[in-house]
């Protein structure tokens, strides 16, 4: 039986994670209240991505010291944890559709803005370990990253709801936030893929 393949883990990888998925969970308390009380699809997408976060970054955390073989296994499964807020966000807007109600565009923007601040912390702890640890480091990189355009999009929207007065915006963001998670999610899987098939022997 050959001995498990077990690749260096970047110094500081394992720290950054755990920071990162206390950052994402304690975020998505404060965007979840908002993005409820005022009506927003995009926010409340945005907070499920947050929840998302702290789990991958959890998963990461504890799986980032194992051999190569099971790290590619858990990315495959994070490609579908990825997945997760595009069919929540789907069902929300779906629902916000029947009542297309403006979001508050104060609340809005403010808590966009502090998401986004969020968001840069985390893909700046990541930034130096998205090439290294394979789909883990990947997963967790490009999570942070798609939330920080997603963030920026919405103080954009926030905008525009205050000038036109329409919850479509809103509805429209949303549905895009869930598109560019199942884009991540194919990256995330991508990469897994290609750390198994390292582990085949060459003919």
């Given at each position: 039986m050959p001995e498990p393949v077990v690749t260096p883990i970047a110094p500081g990888f394992r720290q950054a994670v755990i920071l990162v998925a206390l950052l994402n969970l304690g975020y998505f308390g404060v965007e979840f209240a908002v993005a409820r009380a005022i009506g927003s699809v995009s926010l409340l997408a945005d907070?499920?991505?947050?929840?998302?976060?702290?789990?991958?970054?959890?998963?990461?955390?504890?799986?980032?010291?194992?051999?190569?073989?099971?790290?590619?296994?858990?990315?495959?499964?994070?490609?579908?944890?990825?997945?997760?807020?595009?069919?929540?966000?789907?069902?929300?807007?779906?629902?916000?559709?029947?009542?297309?109600?403006?979001?508050?565009?104060?609340?809005?923007?403010?808590?966009?803005?502090?998401?986004?601040?969020?968001?840069?912390?985390?893909?700046?702890?990541?930034?130096?370990?998205?090439?290294?640890?394979?789909?883990?480091?990947?997963?967790?990189?490009?999570?942070?990253?798609?939330?920080?355009?997603?963030?920026v999009a919405i103080i954009f929207v926030a905008v525009l709801t205050a000038v036109f007065q329409t919850g479509w915006l809103d509805i429209v963001l949303g549905v895009a936030i869930g598109l560019l998670n199942a884009d991540a999610a194919r990256a995330v899987w991508r990469a897994a893929r290609a750390e198994r098939a390292s582990l085949q022997p060459r003919a």
């Open positions: 907070s499920v991505d947050f929840l998302e976060d702290a789990c991958i970054n959890i998963l990461i955390f504890v799986s980032a010291a194992w051999s190569l073989r099971r790290r590619a296994t858990v990315g495959s499964v994070l490609a579908f944890v990825i997945l997760i807020p595009a069919a929540a966000t789907i069902w929300i807007a779906v629902v916000k559709i029947l009542d297309p109600t403006p979001p508050e565009v104060v609340p809005l923007s403010l808590t966009a803005l502090g998401a986004l601040a969020v968001n840069l912390t985390c893909a700046a702890l990541l930034v130096r370990h998205r090439h290294h640890n394979g789909s883990l480091a990947r997963a967790a990189w490009l999570s942070a990253r798609n939330d920080a355009m997603a963030n």
